[in-house]
């Protein structure tokens, strides 16, 4: 492992960095490029500067109005400062500890004069590393470094300290765990089945946003498996029945966020239930949407496979915009025999079957001889009908299909 990738960031900060010494501070580059260059990762050229220092808010306002571009201060209550010179973004945040009171949602902040206090109040070892700018060594007290070269995920104090400041972190331990391929110490694990209640007080936002985050990376599977295991999955998902069958779906399906968490929820209920938890959750509306569409479509394909052309038409239009979604997960779930070809032949032969009626409501009053209101809905009603039983029409065929069923 080593520093060399960060020698641009160095560079680029150096004169921040010789402005904060002039004045009598020191500061740190922190937060996940460090952890990244120590795994040696390629640096994005698009990072922010997350920077730590022992000088307050009001010094560190000061350095900055003098060099950066613009300056934000909505941050200053807990320590950070914003700025932004060309098209990089720097947060500045004096060194801090923070924890939350037993039935608080809001941290506790207090200022600290040692980096070293900092890094204790991270959440984990290995994102409890700093860098000292512009060329001083790496300052890792807890040994953030060896348990990335070990594969090894704990946190930087005893966990039940860690995670009683901010319960969020035991659902950051799902993903980071995930993300980078680790091991849970046995006793973060043991620490997150006894304080599984904590996250209550947590706003149901940040559950909803970590959850998204675990969610969209490439193997969520091995963290839902320790949220399972410690008692967090209900908590986060709401009721979902078996959680080793729930992983099992899981692992069926594509990198599609939503259709993660339709898998995930497959037989927590009804779709209806489902949204219901999701809604209680603050899932997004469209979230909460596109998760019961998927699941009805689903569930429909492998209780109620279609039969017949007509039937296939019709769960395809059911199911849009969400089709590819539901095939998988409909896959995932059952026997739906060859729906994926079905479809697929079908969209293809199709292709007007999702796009707009062969004849707009404007075509068929002209036709019909017909003024706005309920007729007009029976007889788009009746084309569609007819267009589902029938396979493509021709404007022709579903002028001649309306003149004979308006005299009818």
């Known amino acids: 492992m080593s520093l060399d990738r960060l020698a641009p960031v160095r560079e680029e900060a150096r004169e921040l960095a010789e402005r904060f010494a002039a004045s009598g501070y020191r500061i740190y580059l922190v937060g996940g490029i460090v ?18 220092t022992d000088a307050q808010p009001e010094a560190v306002k000061s350095i900055l109005e003098e060099w950066a571009d613009t300056l934000w201060t909505q941050g200053e209550r807990f320590g ?13 945040t004096t060194h801090r500890t923070e924890r939350y009171l037993p039935d608080s949602r809001k941290p506790e ?25 512009p060329d001083g060594g790496l300052v890792d007290p807890f040994g953030g470094a060896s348990d990335l070269e070990a594969g090894r995920l704990r946190t930087p104090l005893d966990p039940e300290e860690t995670f009683s400041d901010d319960p969020l972190r035991m659902l950051r331990a ?11 110490d046995t006793n973060l694990v043991a620490a997150m089945g006894a304080m599984a209640d904590r996250l209550s007080i947590v706003a149901d936002e940040r559950v909803r946003d970590e959850l998204d985050r675990l969610l969209a990376i490439p193997d969520p599977g091995p963290g839902f498996e320790l949220l399972f295991k410690t008692g967090l ?15 099992a779906v899981l692992r069926k399906v594509g990198d599609d966020p939503v259709v993660r968490l339709a898998a995930l929820l497959a037989d927590a209920g009804t779709p209806s239930d489902v949204r219901s938890a999701l809604s209680e959750r603050r899932a997004t509306t ?23 052309p007509a039937e296939l038409r ?9 089709v590819p979604q539901a095939v998988m997960v409909a896959t995932a779930l059952g026997a739906v025999g060859t729906l994926t070809a079905d479809v697929e032949a079908l969209i293809a032969a199709e292709p007007d079957l999702l796009g707009p009626p062969v004849l707009d409501g404007e075509q068929i009053m002209e036709l019909l001889g017909l003024d706005p209101g309920p007729d007009v809905g029976a007889a788009v009603d009746e084309l569609r009908r007819h267009r589902l039983d029938s396979g493509p029409l021709t404007p022709e065929e579903a002028r001649a299909h309306l003149l004979k069923w308006r005299s009818s």
């Open 35 to 52: 952890r990244d260059a120590m795994r040696n990762r390629p640096l994005d050229t698009a990072f922010d500067l997350d920077l730590t």
């Open 80 to 92: 950070t400062i914003g700025a932004r010179r060309g098209d990089r973004r720097v947060e500045i």
């Open 174 to 184: 799902a993903r980071f765990l995930a993300q980078f391929d680790l091991a849970a």
């Open 233 to 247: 999955g209900e908590r986060v998902l709401g009721p979902v029945g078996d959680g080793t069958a729930a992983l």
């Open 286 to 308: 469209a979230v909460s949407r596109a998760v019961f569409a998927v699941l009805t479509a689903a569930r429909r394909a492998v209780e109620h496979p279609p039969q017949s």
């Open 109 to 133: 902040v207090a200022f600290a004069d040692a980096i070293e206090a900092d890094l204790s109040r991270r959440d984990f070892t290995i994102n409890a590393m700093a860098v000292e700018l």
């Open 314 to 322: 019709r769960w395809v239009v059911d199911a849009d915009p969400h």
